[in-house]
C-alpha cells in the first residue's frame, strides 16, 4: 500500500522560496506528481516526476520557478518553490500513479495515491 505525506507548506512572503518534500512508502516504479488546489477551484497539476527522474513536467504558470526532484533512495520528492506569487497560493498534494506506472502524466485522472496535503500560503 503506497502512502504520501507532504511537508514543508507554510506562509512565504511574495519573491520567497518554500521547498516542498513527500515522503512516500510502499512504491514500486511509481511516476509521482504535484498539484494544487485554490478556495473555490478544481484540483491543478503543477508538476511530475518519471520513476527514473529523467522526465519532468511543469504547468505553464510555475515553468521557471519550481523544480521538482526525486530521491528514490530516500523515498522523497521534492518540489522546490522559487519566486513565489500571491496566486500560488494554495494546498500542495503529492499523487503517485499506480504501481510499475514509471511515465510521469500531467493527468490527475493518472494518479491512484493521494498524500494529505500541505498549505502554503503566500502573501503580497
Known amino acids: 500500500q503506497v502512502q504520501l505525506v507532504e511537508s514543508g507548506g507554510g506562509l512565504v512572503q511574495a519573491g520567497g522560496s518554500l521547498r516542498l518534500s513527500c515522503a512516500a512508502s510502499?512504491?514500486?516504479?511509481?511516476?509521482i506528481a504535484w498539484f494544487r488546489q485554490a478556495p473555490g477551484l478544481e484540483r491543478e497539476f503543477v508538476s511530475s516526476?518519471?520513476?527514473?527522474?529523467?522526465?519532468?513536467y511543469y504547468a505553464d504558470s510555475v515553468n521557471g520557478r519550481f523544480t521538482i526532484s526525486r530521491d528514490n533512495a530516500e523515498n522523497t520528492v521534492y518540489l522546490q518553490m522559487n519566486r513565489l506569487l500571491p496566486e500560488d497560493t494554495a494546498i500542495y498534494y503529492c499523487?503517485?500513479?499506480?504501481?510499475?506506472?514509471?511515465?510521469?502524466?500531467?493527468?490527475?485522472?493518472?494518479?491512484?495515491?493521494w498524500g494529505q496535503g500541505t498549505q502554503v500560503t503566500v502573501s503580497s
Open positions: 499523487a503517485a500513479r499506480g504501481s510499475y506506472y514509471s511515465s510521469a502524466s500531467t493527468s490527475k485522472d493518472e494518479y491512484l495515491y
Open positions: 510502499g512504491l514500486t516504479l511509481n511516476a
Open positions: 516526476i518519471s520513476w527514473s527522474g529523467r522526465d519532468t
